[in-house]
């Protein structure tokens, strides 16, 4: 994993981010809703919850939106008929692709799934395709600032699975994901702080790609967040490094 930071690809989606914050919330809102309906509405016994309000104050979600939607889905009734679909696909420069939706309508969301892989040069793969190439891991990323082996200290000393510095400096963490939160906190108490926070389907190994197939790339991941059924996307491509901004 050397070299291949999820974080130094995620600065490449940056722009205009902040123009799509209210179709984010809209996703998460969503997202939580349906976590509180079938795990309950307690972070503290429903570890899915808790990750998605871990994502929700990451991008600055009021409290009280977040305890809105929480309430909502732990009274059973607000998105009843959602349910959770993977798909799974091929990018340009054949990177693997596994997009995350919660729908109540499967057929529109395959064609619009379908629709942006086809439009971004890419193709939908069959069940199984690619699911095999990524792991169920906690991530906790931390930009560099010279005290990369305090970090390693706390990483070794909470359990983490590895640790790894990456070609822009920054330091990854990978852990269970039973063990994400604990660890996360034994950060935070060490006074380290993450920039990237989650648990979600790390990729195994990386395809490196050139400046023209990143490109390509990030249009079509561009394509797939505009679906609103969409709530998480991944992917093994690393891109060059040459378009960092």
Do not use: C
Not at 189 to 214: C, H, K, R, W
Not at 221 to 239: K, M, R
């Amino acid at each position: 994993m050397a070299g291949h930071s999820k974080w130094s690809n995620i600065k490449h989606r940056k722009a205009g981010q902040d123009a799509k914050r209210a179709k984010v919330f809209t996703k998460i809102i969503r997202e939580l809703t349906i976590a509180a309906r079938d795990g309950g509405g307690s972070v503290d016994d429903n570890p899915g919850l808790r990750n998605i309000v871990d994502k929700a104050k990451a991008v600055q979600m009021p409290r009280d939106t977040m305890e809105r939607a929480i309430a909502r889905g732990a009274g059973g009734q607000e998105g009843a008929d959602m349910v959770a679909l993977t798909y799974e696909g091929y990018g340009p420069g054949g990177v693997a692709i596994l997009v995350q939706t919660m729908t109540d309508n499967r057929n529109r969301t395959v064609a619009e799934v379908r629709h942006a892989f086809s439009k971004g040069a890419g193709n939908l793969g069959t069940d199984g395709s690619v699911a095999y190439l990524f792991s169920t891991k906690g991530q906790l990323v931390f930009e560099s600032d010279g005290a990369d082996e305090a970090l390693v200290d706390v990483a070794i000393e909470a359990g983490a699975d590895d640790v790894d510095t990456a070609a822009d400096g920054s330091v990854e963490v990978i852990t269970e994901p039973e063990d994400f939160h604990e660890i996360k906190e034994a950060f935070v108490q060490a006074g380290f702080n993450p920039v990237l926070a989650e648990v979600g389907m790390i990729p195994q190994n990386y395809t490196d790609l050139t400046p023209e197939n990143s490109e390509k790339l990030l249009r079509l991941l561009d394509l797939l967040e505009d679906i609103d059924d969409v709530t998480n996307i991944y992917t093994n491509g690393n891109f060059a490094t040459g378009n960092d901004e």
